[in-house]
């Protein structure tokens, strides 16, 4: 069973009309987000709005910039467990790529029926990046990415009662 939570439906859904007729969309098995081979059907440079692409031969691959952060931050004005609470002292700070593509694992941990061994490997990434973020790094994204953290346990949690 799929979590009903995925910001990786909505990003692929806003995603998806940008893209030339013919192109195919899918979820990266890499750091991106999602690929799609875009550029191979029309070389035409666009534009994606929302997106940060990377062309990687013929494949686009694309990873949501800050405004998808936000609007997930802005979603969760209160803080669900410990650690989101821990780190809503980032909330409205702009992510560098680090912490980008570390949303997007998230995402697609969330969208997909991720292992005990998925959600706490992305679990022990975040503490990483927010320990970094607490010495002087960046720490704009993490409290997104605390919520989709809280999200996979909340589903896995879920899934254990079932």
Avoid at 13 to 40: H, K, Q, W, Y
Wanted: charge should be neutral; proline fraction near 6%.
């Amino acid at each position: 069973m799929r979590n009903e939570f995925s910001p990786l439906a909505q990003l692929r859904a806003e995603l998806l009309p940008l893209l030339p007729p013919g192109a195919f969309l899918r979820r990266d098995r890499g750091d991106a987000l999602l690929i799609s081979n875009a550029s191979a059907i029309d070389s035409a440079p666009r534009t994606y709005p929302g997106f940060h692409t990377e062309q990687r031969g013929a494949l686009a691959c694309f990873l949501p910039d800050g405004a998808w952060v936000a609007r997930l931050e802005q979603a969760f004005p209160e803080p669900p467990d410990a650690l989101c609470i821990s780190l809503v002292r980032f909330r409205g700070m702009q992510a560098d790529a680090d912490n980008l593509r570390l949303f997007a694992r998230g995402a697609k941990l969330l969208d997909a029926l991720a292992s005990t061994g998925e959600i706490d490997a992305y679990d022990r990434a975040l503490r990483q990046r927010a320990a970094l973020a607490l010495r002087g790094g960046c720490g704009g994204g993490l409290y997104a990415c605390a919520l989709l953290n809280a999200a996979l346990h909340s589903a896995q949690s879920s899934e254990a009662k079932e």
